[in-house]
């Protein structure tokens, strides 16, 4: 079965563009989480969904980060404008409830702000 | 709020020997789960195991074993016959009951097994 599938691996942008990351869950996985990776702050949890509906976003850090998942099978993040300080790496993680906890995490998007 | 902190940024360990990591985490909670993931150069974060707090008989995978103390707050990961393989970033994380997959991470541990 494959895993968790993240898109772009890597990306460049300039400060100010529009940037969509993308990823697909474990088939039959319920729940998906959106979680960014930084030096400073670490992993943090920004989103996440049950049933395709969000449960929890506190951890989105202002609104020009919005998330969706339009199915069961596909999520995106989306920033608008991008700033410097969004540069991180950006992990999508699904889990079915019957899984005790744990996690399958992407490969993550390595983004880059210029 | 919880927290998780691992007190140790970096750590190296000579191929076959053993190694320990430290985590301590701070809770209010009684009912929860404790984990390590693993995050080798790949990126990808891997499951390494797991402990759920109500039970008392530490976890075991394999090498990997962890100590846990629930009235210190402590999780310790302990790897035997180091590997190369292992080399990678240890993060601890907790995760509290109902499960809904919100894991608090700490700062995270690189480990190096030196061959």
């Known amino acids: 079965d494959a895993g968790v599938i993240q898109s772009p691996r890597h990306e460049v942008t300039e400060m100010g563009q529009e940037v969509t990351l993308r990823c697909k869950p474990i088939?039959?996985?319920?729940?998906l989480f959106w979680y960014r990776q930084t030096m400073m702050r670490g992993l943090e949890l920004l989103i996440y969904f049950n049933n395709n509906v969000p449960i929890d976003d506190s951890g989105m850090p202002e609104d020009r980060f919005s998330a969706k998942m339009p199915n069961a099978s596909f999520s995106t993040l989306k920033i608008q404008p991008s700033e410097p300080r969004d540069s991180a790496v950006y992990f999508c993680?699904?889990?079915?409830?019957?899984?005790?906890?744990?996690?399958?995490f992407g490969e993550g998007s390595r983004l880059t702000v210029l | 709020a919880q927290t998780v902190t691992q007190s140790q940024p970096e750590m190296s360990v000579q191929e076959a020997e053993t190694v320990t990591l430290s985590c301590t985490y701070d809770?209010?909670?009684?009912?929860?789960?404790l984990f390590w993931y693993k995050q080798p150069p790949s990126r990808q974060m891997i499951l390494v195991i797991r402990?759920?707090?109500?039970?008392?008989q530490n976890a075991t995978e394999n090498r990997f074993s962890v100590n846990f103390q629930k009235a210190a707050k402590s999780f310790s990961l302990k790897i035997s016959d180091s590997q190369l393989g292992d080399t990678a970033m240890y993060f601890c994380?907790?995760?509290?009951?109902?499960?809904?997959?919100?894991?608090?991470f700490g700062q995270g541990t690189t480990l190096q097994v030196k061959p």
């Open positions: 088939s039959g996985h319920n729940s």
């Open positions: 993680a699904s889990s079915h409830r019957e899984n005790t906890g744990e996690l399958f």
């Open positions: 402990q759920e707090a109500y039970k008392q």
């Open positions: 809770t209010s909670e009684s009912n929860y789960y």
């Open positions: 994380a907790f995760m509290k009951r109902p499960l809904t997959g919100k894991l608090i």
